[in-house]
């Protein structure tokens, strides 16, 4: 089994909807734990790295790709 890739600060797809409805969160720490945020309702959720790993379906949007597209002026 290839090992998925994903990085601090990515929005991650998960297999299950979160109770409030969206399937999106934000990975805010990594470790041997993973701490997700979920884009909807901004609850932080910690999560071990194997079940994460297991529950996680893709990449949406990736922290090095510059989301807000500002330059520091």
Do not use: Y
Request: hydrophobic share 35%; aromatic share 2%.
């Amino acid at each position: 089994m290839e090992r998925k890739e994903f990085a601090l600060g990515d929005i991650v797809q998960m297999k299950k909807q979160h109770p409030c409805g969206t399937n999106e969160m934000e990975i805010i720490r990594m470790g041997m734990d993973i701490r997700i945020k979920c884009v909807g309702c901004k609850h932080s959720i910690l999560v071990p790295r194997l079940k994460f790993e297991k529950n996680m379906k893709k990449v949406l949007r990736s922290a090095e790709s510059g989301e807000d597209g500002q330059a520091a002026e």
